[in-house]
Nanobody, 114 residues
Framework: QVQLVESGGGLVQAGGSLRLSCAAFGSIFSINDMGWYRQAPGKQRELVATITSGGTTSYVDSVKGRFTISRDNAKDTVYLQMNSLKPEDTAVYYC????????WGQGTQVTVSS
């Protein structure tokens, strides 16, 4: 059973930065394409950034140029560097594999004040 543990969230002013981490336990992490998702209050969970096992990245338009996804396969960890944060980025952030049926972690809360 794979366990995902997200961390690094917090309260930040608009324009600030945060770096999220997601550690995966109990998986062959390196072969999985990974994604960062977020869910704002009253909204559906959305996929905001992906990274393939080979390191190719993609982003939803709303975070392009501000967020950077990366991974360290030696540490079974995926990261999300978030710069120039906006109040609309406020959400609980989760990571998960794109194509595997892993349970969701607890997420990490990101709150951006205006």
């Amino acid at each position: 059973q794979v366990q995902l543990v997200e961390s690094g969230g917090g309260l930040v002013q608009a324009g600030g930065s945060l770096r999220l981490s997601c550690a995966a336990f109990g998986s062959i992490f390196s072969i999985n394409d990974m994604g960062w998702y977020r869910q704002a209050p009253g909204k559906q969970r959305e996929l905001v950034a992906t990274i393939t096992s080979g390191g190719t990245t993609s982003y939803v338009d709303s975070v392009k140029g501000r967020f950077t996804i990366s991974r360290d396969n030696a540490k079974d960890t995926v990261y999300l560097q978030m710069n120039s944060l906006k109040p609309e980025d406020t959400a609980v952030y989760y990571c998960n594999a794109l194509w595997s049926d892993w349970d969701w972690g607890q997420g990490t809360q990101v709150t951006v004040s205006s």
